[in-house]
């Protein structure tokens, strides 16, 4: 530890805002609690990972590495060991498809308790076991070391999470008589509820660092499309402002705390559907939002060129034990061609996961890969490709010296704040 010079830190995470939101938001002024992060603090267009979706970047995002490494592939995906699909929710009808209780227990409890790799360490049992006290507020992907009982009835198994934790009522780990937060998601409820918690934490100091998790604006943003979901960030600002209320105000909130504010992924508006099972009905295809992928037993490179000239496909991705290629136009190459924002890096990480397809599907522009129930969000928004719009997040710092250029950079810049040391396959980060 550095001693009292250094401040807690609060990551507040919008979930899919994009930088050209948030940066016309602060220049018309209209959000004051964003704005005045944005005065005091630095900011950059930063790069998430692939599959560009929420459970992959979450997984990212609290252990600073790429799917090779925390292993949680897509937000539906094949459990070759247990031989099933894992679906954590792409729409109510694709966890209908999937088993209700079954995709309920993967989300709640197995995405951290068995699906994210071992060999990956999170922010939380970081910081823990070095002393500090982490708390996370409704983030899927929480592993940490205290085991916490449930409040509800019909789930019977304690979740391990970090010793401050917080999970959509279903796990609470102090009792702030914060409102229920499941009862009106398009009015933000949800958030309301993180607000009330985060509100309750910060009045009682009572955490090194937090994971302020607002997911409502993501879910606004795929039914409105991009950059249009203004009353969500509206209320994403309220809930950022109720924070800085609770520390007394301005200048206490930057007195004591330190920021990092970022999203976990882009978002681009989608206008057409495909059905990526056509092409293979002869294998396993789990696709949503704006990713695919293909398990099959037969050769990847062959099966590969179904997707020629295909609208909807903008780049086919798979692997043998040596290299990783890419097809694109027709064309096969290696990922290293690949010229989307950190495509090469993102490329290879996302199949070098044991969890992967043999194929993995990067969506073209405008295009949408329907669920298993066959849902979608045509005439709205979405993500999960390796495209630019998919893949841009804003990163916005206010008291650290790292501004972080990847999500994957966000855990090691928190754990170097409190001179914690990074796992060995965190990036190396640039001090600026
Ligand atoms: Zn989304």
Not at 48 to 67: E, I
Not at 70 to 87: A, F, M, T
Request: a negative charge; aromatic letters at 8%.
């Amino acid at each position: 530890m550095t001693g009292r010079a250094t401040k807690k830190l609060i990551l507040i995470l919008i979930d899919g805002l994009t930088p050209s939101m948030l940066e016309d938001t602060l220049e018309r002024g209209v959000a004051p609690a964003l704005g005045l992060l944005a005065e005091h603090g630095r900011y950059r267009r930063a790069i998430t990972t692939f599959p560009s979706l929420t459970p992959v970047c979450l997984s990212a995002l609290a252990t600073g590495a790429h799917p090779d490494v925390h292993e949680v592939p897509h937000l539906v995906w094949y459990h070759r060991g247990e031989r099933r699909l894992v679906e954590y929710g792409s729409s109510f009808g694709a966890v209908r498809a999937a088993g209700t209780k079954q995709s309920l227990i993967d989300t709640v409890y197995s995405l951290n308790a068995s699906h994210l790799g071992s060999g990956a360490v999170t922010v939380y049992e970081a910081l823990e076991d070095a002393g500090l006290t982490a708390a996370a507020i409704n983030i899927t992907c929480y592993r940490g070391r205290h085991a916490h009982r449930p409040t509800v009835p019909f789930l019977t198994r304690p979740a391990y999470g970090p010793s401050r934790f917080f999970f959509y009522n279903l796990f609470q780990s102090d009792v702030t008589g914060a409102p229920l937060s499941v009862r009106n998601r398009p009015r933000g409820t949800i958030d309301a509820y993180a607000a009330a918690v985060g509100r309750w934490l910060v009045t009682r100091d009572g955490f090194d660092f937090l994971v302020f998790y607002l997911s409502d604006y993501d879910y606004a943003s795929h039914a409105q499309g991009p950059d249009a979901a203004h009353a969500a960030l509206a209320r994403c600002d309220d809930a950022v402002g109720a924070l800085i209320e609770a520390a007394g105000g301005a200048d206490e909130f930057l007195e004591r705390y330190a920021v990092i504010l970022c999203s976990d992924h882009g978002q681009t508006p989608v206008s057409e559907v495909a059905r990526l099972q056509d092409a293979f009905p002869d294998a396993l295809v789990t696709a949503s939002n704006r990713a695919g992928m293909i398990y099959t037993d037969d050769d990847p490179a062959i099966l590969a060129r179904r997707l020629d000239g295909n609208p909807a496909v903008d780049a086919v991705l798979w692997r043998d034990s040596e290299r990783f290629f890419a097809r694109r136009g027709g064309a096969d190459g290696d990922v290293s061609q690949l010229d989307h924002p950190d495509g090469p890096v993102r490329a290879a990480a996302a199949l070098a996961n044991p969890n992967a397809g043999e194929l993995i599907v990067s969506a073209a522009a405008g295009w949408e890969f329907a669920d298993l129930a066959g849902r979608h969000h045509a005439g709205g928004g979405s993500h999960g490709s390796l495209l630019t719009g998919d893949s841009e997040i804003p990163m916005l710092v206010v008291g650290l010296d790292v501004l972080p250029a990847s999500i994957v950079e966000v855990m090691p810049a928190v754990l170097d704040h409190f001179a914690v040391p990074a796992p060995p396959y965190a990036r190396t980060l640039t001090k600026a």
